[in-house]
């Protein structure tokens, strides 16, 4: 096992990739996951974005819409003009400007009873935030609800119709903090192991990539491959290295988790829990067994540590942590499935989302967790292939 044993040292004397990757990331993956946030204290307060209007037919429908459109916001007041609304577009005056345009109160009224096209509004939406967008989402709610009343009511006066409106948009539901017991994962926990899988993977495949690079160099190299180690035999010992790394890159991305989350101290399965763990480890696994291909290859520094930041984001995002896949097309859904952590993470959220996790459950995502595990595998056999053939080549 000496190969075995000089593959460790060799690589431990690049600990500065490891604390980079694996500190670094494995902070972003806590502060994706939500585990740093401020605990809410007192009543729900809803979201007040700075939101103007122009209103420039002067009506009882335009009234409406307008005073629908201040309401639960803060009014701001920007010029009626070409460089205002350019002014507060540009320094983010305000989150919403809703232009009422002349004669909207008689266009709508007469469209509506024609069976024709509502008139358009005019609006200028920042794109600092999601608020302008949500906050135009009900506008135009409120407004088809005029073009509705209208619609039906053929006799209705406008200020009967606006009255309709605002009675039927005045209805909320109630919101309110409620504190539970939790019985199973919590959803920051599970979150945190897909986020991740990011940091596993980069951190495993770059370390062992960079950090095995000086057994390719010089004497050494001619060295380890004119031994009496067999080229087989020599592959495994470096792969078993790679292995060790990434269990214990493992060991410290997953204890992070168990201490800041404490899933079994909230009540989670312990099946469920160890479900968790072993997805993590195959991300693990996966990244190692990439490094282990790299290194075979010959990658540099610098292509290692771009592969190994890529392709943890491509895969990363195909598994659903960035995104989730229910909101992406039939073929990102179908591609995500010949990826290696699709089933990790699928497998996760399975035994997250279970009210209960039975024999058949933990059986299956286990064997969703293998499949992850497999591929593993085989990147490492690929890999141990790959390095064979270039020694034939070079006539060792």
């Known amino acids: ?153 053929a006799t209705a006066s406008a200020v009967d119709v606006a009255r309709s409106a605002d009675k039927a948009c005045a209805n909320e539901t109630p919101v309110g903090f409620l504190a539970v017991d939790s019985q199973g994962l919590s959803a920051k926990y599970v979150n945190y192991a897909a986020f991740s899988a990011y940091a596993l993977f980069a951190a495993s495949s770059i370390f062992i990539a960079v950090g095995l690079s000086s057994l390719r160099r010089g004497a050494l190299r001619r060295r380890l491959v004119l031994g009496p180690v067999p080229s087989g035999r020599y592959g495994l010992q470096v792969g078993l290295a790679c292995a060790l790394f990434s269990v214990a890159i493992w060991a410290v991305i997953a204890a992070a988790g168990l201490v800041v989350f404490n899933p079994l101290g909230q009540g989670a399965p312990l099946a469920a829990v160890c479900v968790v763990l072993a997805a993590q480890l195959g991300f693990a ?34 598994s659903g942590a960035w995104i989730p ?44 967790v293998g499949v992850t595990f497999a591929w593993a595998a085989v990147i490492a056999l690929v890999a141990v292939a790959l390095g064979r053939a270039r020694l034939r080549e070079s006539g060792a």
């Open 1 to 153: 096992m000496n190969v075995f044993k000089l593959a460790l040292k060799v690589a431990a004397r690049h600990w500065n990739y490891l604390l980079i990757y694996m500190v670094a990331l494995g902070a972003m993956s806590l502060l994706g996951s939500g585990a740093i946030e401020v605990a809410p204290h007192g009543e729900f307060k809803a979201d007040s974005p700075k939101v103007a209007v122009i209103d420039r037919d002067g009506t009882d429908a335009s009234a409406a819409l307008a005073a629908f459109a201040l309401k639960d916001a803060e009014e701001v007041h920007v010029d009626d003009s070409t460089f205002g609304l350019q002014d507060a577009s540009a320094k983010d005056l305000a989150s919403y400007v809703l232009i009422i345009p002349e004669g909207f109160q008689g266009d709508l009224l007469a469209a509506a009873r024609t069976g024709g096209d509502a008139p358009e509004l005019q609006t200028v939406i920042s794109y600092q935030s999601a608020r302008g967008s949500l906050v135009d989402q009900r506008v135009r709610g409120f407004a088809q609800s005029l073009y509705g009343f209208a619609a039906s009511d």
């Open 285 to 318: 696994l996966v990244g190692g067994a990439a490094g282990f291909l790299m290194w075979q290859l010959g990658a540099s520094d610098t292509m290692a540590n771009g592969a190994g930041n890529i392709f943890g984001l491509v895969c990363s995002f195909f």
């Open 325 to 368: 896949l229910s909101v992406m097309g039939e073929n990102t859904r179908l591609a995500a499935a010949f990826t290696p952590f699709y089933w990790a993470t699928d497998a996760m959220t399975q035994v997250s989302e279970a009210a209960d996790i039975t024999a058949s459950l933990a059986l299956q995502a286990f064997g969703e």
